[in-house]
């Protein structure tokens, strides 16, 4: 993902609002792109007024930093980063499964695609509240993890490969209540070559 600085701004996403129908409705990804990622950038660059010393530092390193550097900018950090992240890993159409290097780990830590995807699935449910599932790497091994609200795998320094948003805001004028129908929804449009990249980065 590209690395940018002080004064954030809101970036154009690389597709239509409604690239992603029937999977993703076009008024979600309006409102996610407009409304929420919008808001983060607004209080994040707020939030870094007054300091200097940290609009120096590029969005990774203040994602990095997280609590340390004060909790409206570690929340605020997390939710473009994440936002970004997000939105960067859909495609529409897709293909339903990786291939290459990230197919191959995937078969190697996980069994095969079928069992991660299921694993995966599990997790991204098991989220209590607001939250993401991860695909991240440490080492060159491959990990499912769940972070609560805007937290992220660099705090915990692990490389970010892929990632579902599973605050409601995410699914909920589509879906409603049904997470499990969204999650599904969403392994259709993944971009797999970019979660390669990613892996690969």
Request: aromatic residues 14%.
């Amino acid at each position: 993902m590209r690395d940018d600085y002080y004064p954030f701004v809101n970036l154009p996403l690389p597709y239509g609002y409604g690239a992603m129908e029937p999977y993703i409705d076009e008024k979600t990804m309006r409102v996610h792109h407009n409304g929420h990622l919008e808001a983060y950038i607004s209080k994040l660059n707020a939030a870094l007024k007054e300091r200097p010393g940290l609009q120096m530092l590029p969005l990774a390193a203040l994602v990095r930093g997280g609590a340390l550097l004060g909790e409206e900018v570690a929340r605020n950090a997390g939710g473009v980063y994440n936002h970004r992240f997000y939105f960067e890993l859909l495609q529409n159409p897709a293909d339903r499964e990786p291939h290459g290097a990230l197919r191959k780990a995937i078969e190697r830590d996980f069994g095969g695609f079928a069992q991660f995807r299921e694993e995966f699935k599990k997790a991204a449910l098991s989220v209590f509240g607001s939250g993401y599932a991860w695909l991240a790497a440490e080492r060159g091994r491959l990990a499912i993890l769940t972070t609560g609200n805007q937290d992220n795998p660099l705090q915990r320094g692990m490389k970010p490969v892929l990632n579902v948003d599973v605050w409601e805001h995410a699914y909920y004028l589509k879906h409603q209540y049904r997470r499990a129908d969204y999650i599904e929804d969403w392994f259709k449009i993944i971009n797999w070559p970019r979660a390669e990249s990613n892996f690969l980065g």
